[in-house]
């Protein structure tokens, strides 16, 4: 039976399986692919390096327009029926990406693939908020997300594999075969969580209203622009991760095992993060996790201003106690954002996701321009992001009452 609100204590395992695969179809369609990415290039004919970037980043772009469709018509028709509209749409683009031969198809193919990424990324979000609430909440949402972080440990390495004993194309194949089968499981074990009786009637003025009603929380509106920031910090690193290893420190063939072992770090957080957030609470670990992020960046760009890389150790302990601090925030910060406004958890998700990733991907594609020759642009950018992070954590718990 599934879980409900009044019964937090309960944890589903299925549930939980089945939310974190439909999240990890997301970083598998990103995360397999950095290994390929020169590949790629070569075949399409890309001679600007630092437009490989735009492989990664244009799917985010995408996920935030599908995010602000999707999530008000998933408060109209129900949670599941919107999800398998998001599926056709990514098998649809999958196929785009796969017979591509031109790299403004591949955009294309990534941006729509991004968009039916958007219906699983988002509503897996809603379909936890309509089941649970509060730091119970939290508590699901890290799980979930410490599930989803096995993706990106092992997805470069997948995507190394494939294009070893095949070619690129193969990863967006193994991209419609997962899809399949997580669409396949999702109809055949997952109840619909949003009842007929709970749902609102799809009408612009409904959309506007649910609008007003997520911009008059100021909690929301904070937590939603940390995410901005953050989201786009990472981005960053995503989308210039294979250039750094790879071009940096000419290390192609240990790429993938570098990419999973960062990957651990966040995977770690989150996972201490569902241990510890029902005790001390998701705004305090938050507060903390953010100081932490904005600190760390501060001090490589003071140890390293000189714009010349450390030693490969030395940059691994830094981006993973970076990813440490994010992984406390990823889970946290959406669940923040969406706590005031369940009451419009579709809208409220919509909202949410759309302007995080609206903000995160120009922030990404301009850091990552600089991101040439040296590290020292991606801290700098990891900085400010942390700063502005900081100052906008401080007002909204400025503003939020002591019993909230």
């Excluded at 092992?154 to 095949?166: C, D, E, H, N, Q």
């Excluded at 920031?229 to 993938?256: A, N, R, W």
């Amino acid at each position: 039976m599934q879980n409900t609100p009044s019964n937090k204590s309960r944890i589903n395992v299925e549930f939980i399986g089945l939310m974190a695969s439909l999240m990890a179809i997301v970083a598998l369609s990103i995360d397999a692919l950095l290994p390929a990415l020169p590949d790629i290039a070569k075949d399409l004919n890309i001679i600007d390096v630092s437009n490989n970037q735009l492989l990664i980043t244009m799917i985010f772009l995408g996920l935030g327009i599908g995010q602000l469709i999707f999530g008000p018509l998933s408060d109209s028709l129900g949670r599941k029926p919107v999800i398998y509209t998001g599926f056709f749409i990514f098998i649809i683009a999958s196929i785009l990406c796969v017979t591509a031969h031109s790299f403004e198809v591949m955009i294309l193919g990534r941006i729509l693939q991004g968009i039916g990424l958007a219906a699983p990324r988002t509503l897996s979000i809603s379909m936890v908020r309509d089941t649970y609430s509060g730091d119970y909440m939290a508590r699901v949402m890290s799980i979930v997300t410490m599930v989803f972080i096995l993706v990106p440990v092992v997805a470069p390495s997948i995507g190394k594999f494939l294009i070893t004993f095949f070619d690129w194309r193969s990863i967006f194949n193994l991209n419609l075969i997962y899809a399949c089968i997580v669409m396949f499981w999702f109809w055949k074990k997952q109840p619909e969580t949003l009842p007929k009786q709970k749902r609102s009637q799809l009408t612009l003025k409904s959309f506007i209203n649910g609008g007003k009603e997520f911009f008059r929380h100021k909690n929301a509106i904070a937590y939603t622009l940390v995410s901005g920031c953050i989201t786009g910090s990472f981005m960053v690193y995503l989308s210039t991760s294979q250039q750094i290893f790879e071009h940096q420190y000419q290390l192609k063939d240990l790429f993938p095992y570098i990419f999973a072992s960062l990957a651990i770090s966040i995977g770690f957080a989150t996972f201490l993060n569902s241990a510890l957030v029902v005790r001390f609470g998701m705004k305090y670990i938050a507060s903390i996790a953010s100081i932490a992020f904005c600190i760390i960046s501060i001090l490589y760009v003071v140890i390293f201003h000189s714009g010349n890389n450390p030693e490969l150790s030395v940059l691994i302990i830094f981006f993973a106690l970076q990813f440490t601090a994010i992984g406390f925030l990823f889970g946290n910060l959406r669940s923040l954002a969406m706590q005031p406004i369940g009451h419009i958890a579709g809208v409220g998700a919509a909202i949410n996701g759309f302007v995080s990733t609206i903000m995160a991907v120009p922030i990404a594609n301009f850091i990552g321009h600089y991101v040439t020759d040296s590290v020292l642009p991606l801290f700098i950018g990891f900085s400010i992001c942390g700063a502005v992070s900081v100052l906008l954590m401080l007002l909204a718990n400025r503003k939020t009452a002591p019993n909230q």
